[in-house]
T-cell receptor, first 111, second 114 residues
Framework: QKEVEQDPGPLSVPEGAIVSLNCTYS??????FMWYRQYSRKGPELLMY????GNKEDGRFTAQVDKSSKYISLFIRDSQPSDSATYLC???????????FGQGTTLQVKP | DAGVIQSPRHEVTEMGQEVTLRCKPI?????LFWYRQTMMRGLELLIY????????DSGMPEDRFSAKMPNASFSTLKIQPSEPRDSAVYFC????????????FGPGTRLLVL
């Protein structure tokens, strides 16, 4: 079993839809969770960063962590064609600075 | 800041040849990471350095792969001899441990081994 599991999709939605992207993780000791966005033929870039459980909101993006079920989510409101990208969840392994990434979910927002 | 710089951006080579990928991390960052990304396996950490010292190379697939960081502003990932299954996008990332765990990725090197 991978330490971080993510459905690779692809996921296709119409412009303006609410998008829900999800990951599960196996190690209850994980505390830091990130979402990276990767545009085609580019490197990943950090989108959201959360610690422990709870929600964090940044504009149209909301990151949610449920430690009881080891479930992390990214919600995108009023999705735009410019949101079309691959979204990777990641968690920090201990205090090593090492990130463990999910497979990535490819999202397409159609105008 | 120019961000993480990688070269070359694209590399096409024949099986058996040596391949050297280069990375210049963001100035002031003390951690450097090498990743490989494929459709099948996603983004995999190969090796990472902290203050120029290799900390964890457990992701290096085999002895054909080696990485060095001779100073704080330069790192190389070498594959010798290369094989078709090494074809992937190789990313370098850097971060400033103690200043947050955000890793900043370079644009990647697309490697095709024929």
């Amino acid at each position: 079993q991978k330490e971080v599991e993510q459905d690779p999709g692809p996921l296709s939605v119409p412009e303006g839809a609410i998008v829900s992207l999800n990951c599960t993780y196996s190690n209850s000791a994980f505390q830091y969770f990130m979402w990276y966005r990767q545009y085609s033929r580019k490197g990943p870039e950090l989108l959201m960063y959360t610690y422990s459980s709870g929600n964090k909101e940044d504009g149209r993006f909301t990151a949610q962590v449920d430690k009881s079920s080891k479930y992390i989510s990214l919600f995108i409101r009023d999705s735009q064609p410019s949101d079309s990208a691959t979204y990777l969840c990641a968690t920090l392994s201990g205090n090593t600075g090492k990130l463990i990434f999910g497979q990535g979910t490819t999202l397409q927002v159609k105008p | 800041d120019a961000g993480v710089i990688q070269s070359p951006r694209h590399e096409v080579t024949e099986m058996g040849q040596e391949v050297t990928l280069r990375c210049k991390p963001i100035s002031g960052h003390n951690s450097l990471f090498w990743y490989r990304q494929t459709m099948m396996r996603g983004l995999e950490l190969l090796i990472y350095f902290n203050n120029n010292v290799p900390i964890d190379d457990s992701g290096m697939p085999e002895d054909r792969f080696s990485a060095k960081m001779p100073n704080a502003s330069f790192s190389t990932l070498k594959i010798q001899p290369s094989e078709p299954r090494d074809s992937a996008v190789y990313f370098c990332a850097s971060s400033n441990r103690g200043g947050g765990e955000t890793q900043y990725f370079g644009p990647g090197t697309r490697l095709l081994v024929l």
